[in-house]
């Protein structure tokens, strides 16, 4: 099995590898760089489209304000979510929201236009804006910036567009808090290898 110490481990691999959802071990008292935020979404305008084109809009919010009321509603959808499936809440989950006003920068990836009904338009529609999500992810951890995928406001999207001042016609995909990483120690999870997840020619057959 391949691991971070193979030579032939590449620096992008180690990057895929190791971009976790990080909500503790953030320095909150240092703004992030517009140059690093520049650079890394203009990584990911370069990611793939679908019909929907080049549909993609980046938000930084970074005045107090808007963050704290972001914060609030983000709060709410979660304890609601986490209620009506009778499950407690993790203490990673507590560590974001006492965070969420304090982040110095919570980045909407927005797309402008909006589903269509049908099952095929959605997945052609949001397949032209997710990879650029992820592109913008992957571009921050390799800059030493922490993010969480996080789409919980999606059950609030009027709210949101209210704080944001979003036009009609503009749809929230994901929004990710970001900060500086200080002193957390990023590392592959836990999870299934290829050949548990991977079948061959026919559901069910093994591949590997």
Same mark, same amino acid.
């Given at each position: 099995?391949?691991?971070?110490? =193979?030579?032939?481990?590449?620096? &992008? ?5 190791? %971009? ?14 517009? *140059?690093? @935020?520049? %650079?890394?979404?203009?990584? %990911? ?8 084109? *080049? ?7 970074? *005045?107090? #304000?808007? #963050? ?20 407690? $809440? ?47 992810? @992957? ?35 994901? $929004?990710?808090? %970001?900060? &500086?990483?200080?002193?957390?120690? @990023? ?11 991977? &079948? ?5 057959? =093994?591949?590997?």
């Amino acid at each position: 099995m391949t691991d971070a110490a =193979d030579p032939r481990f590449s620096d &992008y691999e180690q990057v895929l590898r190791t %971009a976790r959802s990080v909500r503790k071990h953030l320095d909150l008292g240092r703004e992030i760089d517009p *140059e690093d @935020l520049r %650079a890394a979404i203009d990584v %990911a305008v370069q990611a793939p489209t679908g019909l929907m084109g *080049e549909n993609w809009r980046f938000l930084v919010v970074t *005045e107090a #304000k808007r #963050k704290a009321a972001i914060a609030s509603i983000y709060q709410t959808v979660l304890e609601e979510l986490l209620q009506a499936r009778g499950m407690p $809440m993790k203490a990673t989950h507590r560590a974001l929201i006492s965070h969420l006003p304090d982040m110095p920068a919570l980045i909407f990836v927005c797309a402008i236009g909006e589903p269509p009904s049908d099952q095929g338009g959605q997945i052609g529609f949001y397949g032209s804006i997710l990879p650029a999500a992820w592109s913008l992810m @992957l571009a921050l951890r390799g800059r030493g910036i922490g993010t969480t995928w996080t789409s919980l406001l999606n059950a609030r999207a009027d709210e949101v567009a209210a704080v944001l001042a979003l036009p009609d016609g503009v749809t929230q995909t994901v $929004m990710f808090p %970001a900060a &500086y990483v200080l002193n957390a120690k @990023l590392k592959p999870a836990d999870r299934l290898p290829a050949a548990n997840v991977t &079948y061959g020619n026919a559901w069910g057959v =093994d591949y590997f």
